[in-house]
């Protein structure tokens, strides 16, 4: 499988406005913030985006922050966003809408 193609600006906004929570930084980073009622509820959702990410190879960034976990996406050899990093976020809010 080849590299994705780069987004352009008004494409990656489209797809942000799909997304909701999600945000864009310096036009390469795709950034959520969550927030969990516990340490262990952080944690149980890091395991989760991972598991997915392997599956997908696409790795995020990760960041732990107590309950505050930090993702965030970008594709490396496109030298910015793409469909992949988006398909990403969407499968990692689908985690946060499961009970």
């Known amino acids: 499988m080849g590299t994705p193609e780069r987004l ?22 795709l950034i959520r913030k969550v927030m969990f009622p516990s340490f262990p509820a952080a944690i149980e959702y890091v395991r989760q985006v991972a598991a997915i990410a392997e599956a997908d190879d696409h790795h995020p960034f990760i960041a732990i922050d107590y309950r505050k976990v930090t993702l965030k996406l970008t594709t490396w050899h496109a030298g910015g ?11 990692y809010e689908a985690l946060l809408k499961r009970d």
């Open 81 to 91: 966003l793409t469909r992949l990093d988006f398909a990403s976020a969407k499968a």
């Open 8 to 29: 352009t600006e008004s494409e990656w906004k489209v797809a942000l406005a799909e997304l909701g929570n999600w945000s864009v930084e310096e036009g390469k980073w």
